[in-house]
């Protein structure tokens, strides 16, 4: 039995210390995945339309959180938000990367 897209988002967000749901083309995806790769995070991506079921991992996402847009982004299992919550916590991120295992 396949695990249904909940149950997959859920994984992934349990499995990594810092989990980023983006879309390739996506300006502010990259601008996210750009911080945390400056701060030396380690991160796992899920680019959401280059993968089969994107469409319905986004559509957990939202049932999950209630964020649908992207990036949507995840730090020791706790929901970030998108960029603009990101580029807002940059003060904090050292603190939850290193919380989160994630660097």
Not at 42 to 50: A, M
Not at 52 to 74: C, H, K, M, S
Not at 82 to 91: E, I, P, T
């Amino acid at each position: 039995m396949s695990a249904t897209p909940k149950q997959k988002v859920q994984a992934i967000i349990d499995e990594h210390p810092v989990a980023v749901f983006s879309k390739s083309y996506c300006p502010y995806c990259r601008a996210s995945k750009e911080t945390l790769t400056e701060i030396g995070a380690k991160f796992y991506v899920v680019e959401l339309d280059q993968v089969d079921d994107g469409a319905d991992l986004q559509d957990a996402l939202q049932e999950i959180n209630g964020q649908r847009t992207v990036p949507n982004i995840y730090i020791g299992k706790k929901h970030v938000g998108g960029n603009s919550d990101l580029q807002g916590k940059r003060s904090e991120l050292p603190t939850l990367l290193k919380a989160a295992g994630a660097v």
